[in-house]
């Protein structure tokens, strides 16, 4: 069972450039979000979506953009890196509406460094 | 304001020993609350969640929460530790309209 899938585990980068961190999940969720997680400050969400096409912004999304064409996919993009956003970033999916119980799946993160 | 509040940042304990680790919430975050674990260099896991129902609610590991709306808390236990306890905590809150609340974390560090 693959889950949430997260890729690339880790990336540095330069400050100033661009880069996609790809989530993709193989349970038909129509909940997927993305949290940053920075030490003494928990998981903060980023940006998510209920559904193919929906986004919204959550705690943190300035910096980050995401898109929802596929029930499956939901990437993130960094627009222009800060090194303010080397952080940890997970992915995580759950089911929506009715049958959601507030559970979430996470991916096993990526790890970012923006020099 | 909706908050979930870990009170513990760290917390040592010797092998085979109990331990708590206490979490409160707002009464504002809904009532569906939650325990992940995260081991190192991992991604976070369900260890137990409260619905509804009983306060008294049991996961995997060992591990039990009791739910207490009077006090607002939902604090985390296991009556005996392991080494392979070791790993950082989150007590999180679901907040409806698809917003989650995570406290900051406990790092429980179980010593031989």
């Known amino acids: 069972n693959a889950g949430v899938t997260q890729t690339p585990k880790f990336q540095v980068l330069k400050t100033g450039q661009s880069m996609t961190l790809q989530c993709a999940q193989d349970m038909n969720h129509e909940y997927m979000s993305w949290y940053r997680q920075d030490p003494g400050m928990g998981l903060r969400l980023i940006h998510y979506s209920v559904g193919a096409g929906i986004t919204d912004q959550g705690e943190v999304p300035n910096g980050y953009n995401v898109s929802r064409s596929t029930t499956e996919d939901f990437p993130l993009r960094l627009l222009s890196a800060a090194p303010s956003q080397t952080s940890v970033y997970f992915c995580?999916?759950?089911?929506?509406?009715?049958?959601?119980?507030?559970?979430?799946?996470f991916g096993e993160g990526s790890r970012l460094t923006v020099l | 304001a909706q908050s979930v509040t870990q009170l513990d940042s760290q917390v040592p304990v010797f092998e085979e020993a109990p331990v708590e680790l206490r979490c409160n919430y707002s009464s504002s975050v809904s009532v569906y609350l939650f325990w992940y674990v995260q081991y190192p260099n991992q991604g976070l896991q369900l260890l137990l969640k409260?619905?509804?129902?009983?306060?008294l609610v049991k996961g995997i590991n060992g591990f039990e929460a009791e739910f207490n709306k009077s006090q607002t808390s939902f604090h985390l236990r296991k009556p005996s530790v392991h080494i392979s306890d070791t790993a950082e905590y989150f007590c999180a809150g679901f907040s409806g309209t698809y917003k989650y609340i995570f406290g900051t974390g406990t790092r429980l560090k179980v010593l031989a």
């Open positions: 409260y619905l509804s129902g009983s306060t």
């Open positions: 995580a999916s759950s089911t929506a509406g009715a049958s959601n119980t507030g559970e979430l799946f």
